[in-house]
């Protein structure tokens, strides 16, 4: 015996006994049960006292002197489970108490396993039963039912240690005291399992029953639960012999059904379809139970402890413990229909034998009942089928029953649409059992409907150029009314990058269809054709015919449109048919008022090829009796075309007109040709008609009065370009009936009435008219009138032309006015014509060749020269300003010379002084004309000569005179210069009055003389002598009052020889007198 002993000395001693001895004694039923049956015996080695002696020992194996307890408590203290531990393997749980327990009070079903502590996943496990062989002891073996060994592994508990808690009620074990104490109970949280041991043992198939009705199903049997998710088919074979020496089959498929979570020990699998068909076909296997085994590989499912099912080899193989045969007919269960893949897909309850198949005995229809309102069906006829033996068979629906189906409209579109009954003779199954009929008024509807899916698409295309027919092929069928016909383009090339060569049918072309129709033809109206053969190297050979679709060109019976065919990737022609067709001259009109011939042919002709030449105009149908004129020449049209229209030559209409029975009337024109006179696009040539001349469709005669179509005016020119509607004789146009006007309404604010003009050379019906440069000035000189074609009309009376026929224009009113149609504005820079000089009043006359824009000239521009070259010793000047205002618009202005270059000019001897001396260029630009264009400078070099010149024959006039006494200086001023070598200064005389009759003193100068250049400004220096003798005389210049003097004629001569004009008694403007205070100079 063992315990913790007590650490303190004294008279008591108590020690605490071991867990084990303490099991021990309660393991004893007779020992310490109560205080009559509680004794203790103890060596003399036990203890000793303080003194080292040791305890007299108790007892020596006889009861009468062990000493009996001398105070007993009972155990009321409830056993604790303290751990346990599970063996899935074995089936045993060992459970560990806190103190020993009695073996025959378990009562297991106080026991609960649960996969988690607080069981949130309520999954939970409370034992059936179960045995222990053991007695009184802390630790319990609980060997437990194979019942509940099995639910366990069912209900996936105890798989792991973390999935494996126990909850244990207070009965289900009591401990050894006197008074038993039930266990404690655990609840929550369950106790997690101290010590696991997983099941790894594999389960056994134990057993299986094969059943070959309809759906054949195996029925497997195992020896523990398992998972039926893991189940794998895959890994049986069927044997018809339980050693592997006759015919065996691995199954493909199955699943299991009804489907069952896992957990099971018995389960059953229908077999798949192809499983149960090669079963059935089989002729060794499944006959019958003696020829039914299966072997299986390891894996084939796995326990719920994930151990794989164990092998049973193909040598020892499971005989079936149970076999059923097929002995039913066959049953159509369901049925798909799918026009994407063009197959109706049967299945039936059991295999059936596709050589059996009779298409004839399906019908497709539209509802349960063929025969109600509306009812529509179709009997399939050429349908086939080339599925293996099974229970799904797979008819390919022929092209034939596909369009029988197509064209019943409503039948077989959708789901809703989609019935079917069949006859018992239409399949077999492998046994040889009939289908169960479907008759008609219970028709099967569709599981499954696939509509169409796939566009259809344009394979080929053959174009019949003489018989105007485009045939398109489809890859399928096509609905015929769904046609569009201005879907299909026909293009020149492959990438359509033509774009002139397209073409895109008339929505009125007629479209029929082939028999299986998978072809569509379209004949061509006459406007397509047309348009086809209008073009060059379009639609005339295989290399240049190329076809687009758009998607609404067509659909099928599902109304999916074909699939387009873009421009860019276009679709080349198998087949083309070149025309081969005559063209025909079929109408003609004669149009003497426009002199047009209109040509109709039956189809486009090639412009190009046309020869007038071999056309001829006659008077009646028979050519040989008939006047006739075959055409010279004229301007056909040059376009392609089903008309040829020719405006005839001049000379063609003289020789018309003036035959007295040619074209007088419809009745007298008829016209004839030859094969030569056009082809058509194809080359072929026109059928000719000699003997006898059409009658014209149309005849018009010359009666109308011709028109002003249109007017040009080009301001360059200076000349209108005339448009009539008819050829005008050129010798009637008369200018001077037009008007030029601002505006066409009456309400022109500008005009001009032309005063004549020059017409061209020849009768035409386009005419030039050079306006006079008057009329010309006279328009540009108007800022309202030609400045563009919405300012410029013409209006005129009927003189101004007549037709080749005398029949005088039309009139155009004033307030109808016609607008120009082609307005030139006048671009070019107005020129110098001519110059005049006047040097009497003064001015320069400048003439430029058209209206300028006065205002804008400028005079600093201006430079005279005394030559037309400039050079050494050239006199020139550059004018300043001018007396003049430029405001007017016109051709020719004038210059008013200011007097300082008037003065400036005079003075220089060489310039201006006679027309040799006289000469002009522009330093810079002078001036704009009336549409802004700039008159150019022009060159010193070769300045142009004046034109007409006036020389100056006014005497020069003294306009003011000063004396300077100071100085000594007479000061005079002319309205001119004057040659200061001409000045006679004794002409000059100093008087005392400006009344010649009464003039007392007067002093001449005598000796003085005039000093300077030529000049307006001239200066006579007073002599000395004259200068004294005037001081002397105190009535003379002593103040301005009485500085008065008198000029005789030819006191001065100007710079163009005129003579001064004597005056007499003029005043001084100005006067300095002398204040200096005489000196005395010399004395004798």
């Known amino acids: 015996m063992a315990g913790l002993i007590s650490a303190q000395d004294g008279t008591s001693l108590s020690f605490t006994l071991s867990s084990a001895d303490l099991n021990a004694i309660k393991a004893d039923d007779a020992l310490c049960t109560a205080s009559y049956n509680c004794y203790i015996k103890f060596t003399s080695g036990m203890i ?30 409830a056993p604790v489970l303290s751990s346990y531990s599970l063996d899935m393997n074995l089936g045993v749980l060992h459970l560990t108490f806190s103190e020993t327990v009695r073996g025959s009070s378990l009562k297991p079903t106080g026991l609960t396993l649960m996969a988690d502590a607080a069981n949130a996943s309520h999954v939970s496990y409370r034992l059936k039963g179960g045995e222990t062989f053991d007695g009184n002891q802390a630790t319990i073996t609980v060997e437990l039912l194979a019942v509940d060994v099995l639910a366990i592994k069912a209900l996936n508990l105890a798989l792991t240690q973390n999935t494996t808690y126990l909850r244990i009620a207070s009965s289900t074990i009591t401990d050894t005291a006197r008074v038993a104490n039930a266990v404690a109970a655990i609840v929550t949280p369950a106790q997690q399992v101290a010590q696991f041991t997983a099941d790894t043992t594999a389960p056994q198939l134990m057993a299986f029953v094969l059943s070959l009705q309809p759906g054949a199903v195996m029925t497997l049997t195992f020896n523990e639960p398992v998972r039926t998710s893991l189940f794998d088919p895959r890994l049986i074979t069927i044997q018809s012999t339980g050693t592997g020496t006759g015919s065996s089959y691995t199954l493909t498929g199955g ?32 006959k019958d139970v003696s020829t039914t085994f299966v072997s299986v590989q390891t894996g084939m499912t796995e326990d719920m402890s994930y151990n794989p099912s164990a092998a049973i080899s193909s040598s020892a193989a499971l005989a079936a413990n149970g076999y059923v045969g097929d002995s039913s007919t066959a049953v159509l269960l369901a049925y798909n229909i799918s026009f994407q893949q063009n197959i109706l897909v049967l299945r039936f309850a059991d295999v059936m034998d596709p050589l059996s198949f009779i298409a004839s ?70 046994a040889g059992y009939d289908v169960v009929p479907i008759l008609d008024g219970r028709g099967l509807q ?14 080929a295309f053959d ?24 879907a299909f383009t026909l293009q020149s090339t492959l990438n359509g990058t033509d774009a002139q060569r397209v073409l895109s049918l008339s929505a009125t072309s007629t479209v029929t269809h082939s028999a299986d129709y998978r072809a569509l033809s379209f004949q061509f109206v006459p406007t397509d054709f047309d348009a086809i053969t209008v073009l060059e190297n379009f639609c005339t050979a295989v290399s240049n015919t190329y076809l687009s679709v758009a998607a609404t060109g067509a659909s099928d019976f599902f109304v999916l449109a074909v699939v387009p065919i873009s421009s860019a990737s276009a679709l080349p022609v198998t087949n083309f048919t070149a025309d081969s067709v005559v063209p025909q001259l079929t109408a003609f009109d004669l149009d003497l008022e426009h002199a047009i011939l209109r040509l109709s042919f039956s ?31 004229g301007v056909a049209t040059t376009t392609n075309a089903l008309t040829i229209n020719i405006s005839l030559t001049d000379d063609d209409l003289n020789a018309i007109k003036s035959d007295a029975l040619i074209a007088k009337s419809r009745n007298s024109t008829f016209l004839s040709w030859t094969s030569q006179l056009v082809r058509d696009m194809a080359n072929n040539s026109i059928a000719s008609r000699t003997a006898s001349g059409l009658l014209a469709a149309a005849y018009l005669p010359d009666t109308s009065l011709p028109r002003l179509l249109s007017f040009d005016l080009d301001l360059n020119a200076g000349a209108l370009a005339l448009t009539f509607s008819k050829i005008i004789r050129l010798s009637t146009i008369n200018g001077a009936t037009a008007a030029v006007l601002s505006s066409g309404d009456g309400m022109a604010v500008a005009s001009v009435n032309l005063t004549g003009g020059v017409a061209s050379v020849n009768d035409s019906r386009i005419l030039h008219l050079t306006l006079l440069h008057a009329d010309l000035n006279a328009i540009k000189a108007l800022p309202a009138l030609a400045v563009s074609a919405n300012s410029t009309f013409l209006a005129f009376s009927t003189g101004f032309a007549a037709d080749m026929s005398g029949n005088s224009i039309q009139p155009v009113a004033v307030p109808q006015a016609i607008g120009c149609q082609v307005f030139t504005a006048d671009s070019t820079a107005p020129a110098l014509a001519s110059f005049a000089v006047n040097m009497t009043s003064r001015t320069l006359v400048l003439s430029f060749d058209e209206t300028v824009n006065v205002s804008t000239f400028d005079v600093m521009s201006v430079v005279l020269q005394g030559a037309a070259q400039a050079g050494a010793g050239v006199a020139y000047f550059r004018l300043t300003g001018s007396t003049t205002a430029f405001t007017a618009h016109d051709s020719v202005f004038t210059i008013g010379l200011t007097s ?185």
């Open 603 to 633: 189809e486009i002709v090639r412009a190009n090829t046309f020869r007038i030449v071999e056309l001829t105009i006659q008077s009646s149908a028979t050519t040989a009796s008939a006047h006739t004129h075959t055409f010279s020449g």
């Open 463 to 486: 174009l019949d150029m003489s018989q105007a027919v485009l045939t398109v092929f489809f890859s399928e069928a096509i609905n015929a009314t769904s046609a569009f016909q201005p």
């Open 255 to 286: 699943v299991v059904s009804p489907a069952v979570a896992d957990g099971v020990m018995s389960f059953s699998v229908q077999l798949s379809s192809e499983d149960e068909t090669a079963l059935k076909v089989s002729s060794t296997l499944v």
């Open 900 to 1084: 300082s270059d008037y003065n400036a000019i005079a003075v220089q001897l060489g310039l201006a002084k006679d027309l040799n001396s006289t000469f002009l260029y522009f330093a810079s630009a002078p001036v704009l004309d009336m549409n802004h264009n700039i008159a150019a400078a022009t060159s010193s070099a070769s300045a142009t000569a004046c034109t007409v010149y006036a020389r100056n024959v006014l005497p020069p006039r003294l306009l003011s005179y000063g004396l300077n006494l100071v100085e000594g200086i007479v000061y005079l001023t002319f309205d001119e210069p004057v040659q200061t070598a001409s000045v006679v200064a004794r002409k000059l005389s100093f008087v005392d009055s400006n009344n010649e009759s009464i003039v007392v003193d007067r002093l001449t100068l005598n000796t003085s003389s005039a000093t300077g250049s030529n000049n307006a400004t001239i200066e006579i220096a007073i002599s000395d002598g004259d200068l004294l003798e005037l001081m002397a005389i105190p009535s003379l210049c002593t103040q301005l009052a009485n500085v008065i003097i008198d000029a005789e004629s030819g006191f001065a001569t100007d710079m163009f020889g005129n003579v001064f004009v004597g005056v007499t008694g003029v005043h001084a403007a100005y006067f300095l007198k002398d204040d200096s205070i005489p000196h005395c100079t010399a004395f004798s």
């Open 361 to 430: 005995g399906i019908v497709i229809q539209n509802g349960v009942r063929s025969t109600a309102a509306g009812g529509r069906s179709y009997r399939l006829t050429t349908s086939y089928t080339t599925s293996p033996p099974g229970k799904t068979m797979m008819v390919s629906l022929s092209d034939a029953d596909l369009l029988g189906i197509d064209l019943q409209t409503g039948l077989a579109r959708s789901l809703a649409t989609t019935y079917l009954t069949i006859a018992a003779s239409t399949f077999n199954s492998v």
């Open 48 to 77: 000793t006292d303080m003194a080292g002696n040791a305890v007299v020992a108790v007892g020596d194996g006889d009861a009468d002197i062990f000493m009996i307890v001398q105070q007993f408590v009972d155990d009321t203290t």
């Open 446 to 459: 569709a599981s499954g409907f696939e509509a169409d899916a796939t566009r259809p698409q344009v394979v």
